[in-house]
């Protein structure tokens, strides 16, 4: 029981204090195991300054021991990841310890002040009544001693106390608890020590050979110690290669999109391996699972191209089933080739809105990168291996918590089980195999893979809040306060009070933050939380909907040469943003766009209409997305006919609608309460045509679109007409409310939108 309960719940051993006499200066030492206390100590009462080093002690049994935020450098790589939290424990305290934890919210008695009094008080008149002074020492210790064994025996009680209520609660009590009293926030770039290995006082190299011979069939040796066996070479028939130009074109565009982000590949040396294949003009010798890389790196490729004639999305397929082909499912040794694989795998498949097959493959990569030990510092490596031992898991941990954000899943990378350093933020030129080289006249282009770190640690803890019916006001600002830190680690250009060019090709790391946001105040939509609480959510989604918003306007703008570190754009910001694009950016600016129109800023959300409309059709889930908001506004646009604009908040149906995706939660959703279920739904399985009440059509449910619904919404210039409509009826109606709102919109858009909005009007749309 004790090995699985979180840290902050463990107790250190404790000894007795068993020595004949004691004094107050080391009451609190004496026979207690020392621990560290945790930084920032706002999670724990204030103990006295004086108190000697001991392990701390929590007063309240729900609460847990949280890490603040730290403000460390965050372009410092030779850090890596670990807790800064000490188990809080129970010791044996001095009375002056024990009076400062007077603020005990659990119900354990704490020695107060008028008692301490009382006992001065008995001192002196023993004092008085004796006048041998041995003899008042002698009792004076006796009474120290009677006390200790007082707290002592409190102690014991405490921890009875706390060990019961770890056995009645279900981990998801425990998870609620910590959800609803206490944040615990990782360091903004964690810090971890290598553990310990045990001494060896005798020489075991027979040992390890027996073992390694004997031991085969049974077990393996840890992946440190452990000799790879021969990977197999081709036993059928050798793919084609793509033809060459092909090829090195979506190379190039996986380099500036998947690569910029997360650069699971030693660049230059990929890039050698590939022009040797090349050369030879075939895959013979090389290994099959480095032509299953490549054919995963090309459909990456292919995914991110809006140039029509690589035919996509067919050869995406083509691409991502040669790869797939060509991994032996009977082989029992994987290489780092297989994580990159089936991480890139797991990438391709979610582009595609193929989700549930996207997640699985996840967990294959998750899987294999902790059969070969990529989630410790082992070793020694050599450099370029090392570095990418680095990098794989930090891409597979930020995919494992991005997605799990995305979809409402559950993690499957635990934290405390994460122990390597972070990976170093230079480019893959300068990690060379002497060592890692950065000149120092050469400036380093930010590294978008450390910022979206930066973001995704707090991912875990947000996850744990979202399990509570509604997250409290402070708890809120915590987070908030913590993505605020967090844009410590982007670079200026990210910053939401900038108003300079941003590259469409910088975004992902930034809107992973802007999404987190987003997610997280959404929660509070829900009937469980009161009026005054969902009022503020739909303020706090609003607030992170405009600086999304914001940003997009600003990767609209006309770049300069020394604004951005990347190839200079050729087709406009259209394709850039097009071709950049993940399905995550899309979801999250469609999210945004339902709560710039709930709220009526329909300028910000013409931005979000202008970005989705250049991404078009080349991610299967922004046309689902634009399926999605033509219903939401035509359902708008119906109540503002009806005169309800400024109630919308007290209409469920339109804050069901306003929370998109919410509803797809299993824990958190609440319109399907009452709907048939199981057995029942499997048996009447039927799916609406067109709005409600219009009939009900038997058949299986499907979860993508079909081509006609790809094509029946009106497109993305239908939206954007009817929010032209809106906004020049709204500036009819409040122009001076309009004004306002103008100063704090996009104005590149703005000029746009009411030359467009002119000839348009409300009644129009109806």
Not at 425 to 434: K, L, S
Not at 501 to 509: K, W
Not at 632 to 654: D, H, P, Y
Not at 709 to 734: P, S
Request: net charge neutral; glycine share 6%; hydrophobic share 35%.
């Amino acid at each position: 029981m004790a090995a699985n309960l979180p840290q902050s719940f463990q107790q250190p051993s404790r000894q007795m204090p068993t020595g004949p006499s004691y004094d107050s200066s080391s009451v609190s030492s004496s026979g207690s195991t020392p621990g560290v206390a945790p930084p920032g100590g706002n999670s724990f009462n204030p103990l006295p300054s004086n108190r000697p080093p001991g392990p701390p002690i929590t007063s309240n049994p729900h609460q847990l021991s949280m890490p603040s935020v730290s403000n460390s450098n965050p372009n410092s790589y030779a850090r890596s990841y670990g807790s800064a939290s000490a188990s809080p424990g129970i010791a044996p305290l001095a009375l002056q310890d024990v009076m400062t934890s007077n603020g005990t919210t659990g119900g354990a008695p704490a020695i107060s002040t008028a008692h301490l009094s009382g006992l001065q008080a008995q001192k002196r008149a023993y004092r008085q009544r004796r006048k041998d002074p041995s003899c008042d020492a002698c009792r004076e210790r006796k009474v120290k001693v009677q006390d200790l064994e007082k707290q002592l025996a409190h102690a014991r009680q405490q921890i009875n106390h706390y060990r019961s209520i770890l056995k009645d609660e279900s981990p998801m009590e425990v998870g609620y608890q910590a959800a609803t009293h206490q944040l615990e926030v990782p360091e903004v770039m964690p810090r971890s020590a290598r553990k310990e290995r045990p001494p060896i006082t005798q020489d075991l190299i027979r040992v390890r050979t027996s073992l390694r011979n004997y031991g085969r069939g049974i077990m393996k040796p840890p992946p440190p110690y452990r000799q790879l066996g021969p990977q197999p070479l081709f036993s059928s028939a050798l793919p084609d290669l793509p033809q060459k130009h092909v090829a090195d074109h979506l190379l190039s565009r996986f380099y500036s999109s998947i690569h910029s982000v997360i650069p699971v590949l030693h660049w230059p040396t990929f890039h050698i391996e590939y022009e040797e294949v090349y050369s030879t003009g075939s895959f013979r010798g090389v290994l099959p699972i480095w032509t299953s890389l490549l054919f995963a790196v090309l459909a990456c490729g292919a995914l991110h191209t809006v140039d029509s004639s690589f035919g996509r999305p067919h050869d995406v397929k083509t691409y991502i089933d040669l790869s797939q082909s060509l991994i032996d499912l009977w082989i029992d040794e994987f290489t780092i080739d297989h994580a990159r694989t089936a991480l890139l795998t797991s990438i391709v498949l979610t582009e595609m809105n193929l989700k549930s097959t996207g997640w699985a493959w996840l967990g294959s990569s998750i899987r294999i990168s902790q059969e070969i030990g990529l989630q410790r510092e082992t070793g020694p490596w050599p450099v370029i291996e090392a570095e990418m031992r680095r990098r794989v898991w930090w891409g597979i941990y930020v995919w494992d918590r991005l997605l799990s954000l995305e979809l409402g899943r559950p993690l499957s990378i635990n934290d405390r089980e994460c122990e390597v350093g972070l990976p170093c933020p230079v480019e893959d030129c300068y990690i060379q195999r002497q060592g890692i080289v950065i000149p120092q006249d050469v400036p380093q282009p930010p590294t978008p893979l450390l910022s979206t770190i930066t973001v995704v640690r707090l991912i875990s803890q947000l996850i744990d809040s979202l399990k509570a019916p509604s997250i409290p006001t402070h708890i809120l600002q915590r987070f908030d306060t913590h993505f605020e830190t967090c844009m410590d680690a982007f670079p200026s250009s990210c910053r939401l009070d900038s108003s300079a060019y941003l590259d469409p090709r910088d975004l992902a790391p930034i809107m992973c933050l802007q999404n987190a946001r987003l997610i997280l105040h959404r929660h509070n939509l829900s009937p469980a939380s009161n009026p005054e609480m969902r009022a503020g959510a739909i303020s706090s989604c609003f607030k992170a909907a405009k600086d999304t918003a914001n940003l997009l306007s600003r990767t609209m703008h006309s770049p300069s040469t020394s604004t951005t570190h990347h190839e200079p754009l050729v087709d406009g910001w259209q394709s850039t943003i097009a071709a950049s694009a993940s399905a995550m950016l899309c979801t999250h600016i469609w999210r945004c766009t339902l709560f710039l129109c709930f709220r009526g800023d329909y300028a910000a959300a013409l931005v979000c209409i202008r970005a989705s409309a250049a991404i078009g059709s080349l991610r299967p889930v922004n046309t689902a997305c634009g399926r999605n908001l033509a219903f939401f506004i035509k359902c708008l646009v119906e109540r503002l006919e009806r005169g309800e604009g400024g109630s919308l908040e007290k209409l469920e149906e339109m804050m069901v609608y306003v929370s998109g995706d919410l509803q797809g939660s299993t824990e958190n959703s609440w319109v399907w309460q009452g709907s048939e279920t199981g057995m029942t739904l499997s048996r009447n399985s039927t799916f609406p045509v067109g709005d409600a009440g219009e009939g009900m059509a038997p058949g299986p449910v499907a979860t993508v679109l079909s081509p006609e619904e790809e094509k029946d919404w009106g497109g993305w210039e239908g939206i954007e007409w009817i929010l032209q409509a809106l906004l020049k009826d709204q500036r009819q109606q409040h122009p001076q409310q309009a004004a306002a709102a103008s100063q704090h919109s996009p104005s590149t858009l703005i000029s746009q939108a009411q030359a467009s909005s002119d000839r348009i009007s409300i009644a129009n749309i109806i």
